[in-house]
C-alpha cells in the first residue's frame, strides 16, 4: 500500500520568507518564469494563513530586478547621418546614445547590452577599394585585429549598395586577447565590415561584451541582430558624397 505523506504546512510569516526565498533566486529568469515559480511556491507549499500565536516580524520587501532587455525587445529606428550620407537601423533604437557631431566617426553606444558601433562614410582623392578603405579606418581608429579574434563568419555584402563590402564577425576570448584568462572575464563579440565605391569608403564596426554562462549565446544574438538588422539595412541618404572629406585627424 502506497503511503502518501502530507505535504508540509507553515505558518504565514515562515511562508513569506520562504517565497521570497524563492523570488531572490528567480529573479533572473524571464518574466514567465518568475510567475510560474512564484504559482508553484505558493500551491505546492501549502502556505496556510492561520494566525500565530507570537507576533510576525514584518520583512522587508524583495526588491525584484528586471531582467535586461535585449537588442532584439526594442523598436527598430533610423538615424540619418547627413556628414556621412547614411541611414542607420537601429534594433532597439530609442536606446542609443549617438554622437555625430564631434570627431571624424559616428559612435552611437547601448548601454543594456555594453554595445559600441562606429560608422564612417569617406571620399578620398585616389580610387580606392575595400583594402585601402580598411587600411585608413584602421590608421584613424583603433580596431580589433583579425589575429586576436576567432571568426566564426565572413560574407560579402551590399551595403550601400554598388559598394565592394565584406562583414566578418568573430569573438574575442582573453587568451585570444594575449591576456591570462581569469574567472569572470567577459567575451567580446565583433562585427567588422569595409567596402569601397570608386573614391568612396565605408567603414561599420559593432563591438558588444558578455559573461558569464551563456555568455556565447548571448554575443551571437546581438551580432546577428546587428548585421541583420542594422548593417544588412544601411544605406546611403543619396547619390552625393557625403559631407565629410578624408580627414587629417581622427
Known amino acids: 500500500m502506497t503511503t ?16 521570497n526565498d524563492l523570488g531572490r533566486r528567480m529573479v533572473t529568469m524571464g518574466r514567465v518564469g518568475i510567475g510560474i515559480c512564484w504559482i508553484l511556491a505558493l500551491g505546492i507549499l501549502g502556505c496556510e494563513t492561520t494566525p500565530v500565536v507570537a507576533p510576525v516580524v514584518p520583512l ?20 540619418v547621418s547627413l556628414r556621412f550620407g547614411l541611414k542607420l537601423p537601429l534594433p532597439d533604437g530609442k536606446a542609443w546614445k549617438i554622437d555625430d557631431h564631434d570627431g571624424g566617426w559616428l559612435v552611437a553606444k547601448h548601454a543594456g547590452s555594453a554595445s559600441e558601433l562606429v ?65 569572470g ?21 559593432y563591438t558588444t561584451s558578455a559573461g558569464g554562462p551563456g555568455a556565447e549565446a548571448v554575443l ?24 565629410i572629406d578624408r580627414a587629417p585627424t581622427p
Open 220 to 243: 551571437g544574438e546581438r551580432l546577428a541582430t546587428m548585421v541583420q538588422g542594422s548593417l544588412s539595412a544601411t544605406t546611403t541618404v543619396n547619390e552625393l558624397d557625403p559631407q
Open 185 to 205: 572575464d567577459e567575451l567580446r563579440g565583433i562585427a567588422m565590415a569595409f567596402g569601397g565605391k570608386g573614391r568612396r569608403c565605408f567603414a561599420w564596426i
Open 60 to 79: 522587508k520587501p524583495v526588491a525584484v530586478v528586471e531582467p535586461v532587455k535585449g537588442l532584439g525587445d526594442g523598436v527598430v529606428g533610423e538615424f
Open 119 to 183: 560608422v564612417r562614410g569617406w571620399r578620398e582623392e585616389a580610387v580606392m577599394n575595400r583594402g585601402r578603405c580598411e587600411e585608413r579606418a584602421r590608421f584613424w581608429r583603433k580596431i580589433p585585429e583579425r589575429e586576436s579574434a576567432d571568426i566564426v563568419e565572413k560574407h560579402a555584402v551590399d551595403v550601400p549598395g554598388g559598394f565592394d563590402t565584406v562583414v566578418e564577425v568573430g569573438v574575442i576570448a582573453p587568451a585570444l586577447a594575449g591576456k591570462k584568462a581569469r574567472a
Open 4 to 19: 502518501y505523506l502530507p505535504a508540509p504546512s507553515f505558518h504565514e510569516g515562515e511562508c513569506l520568507m520562504v517565497v
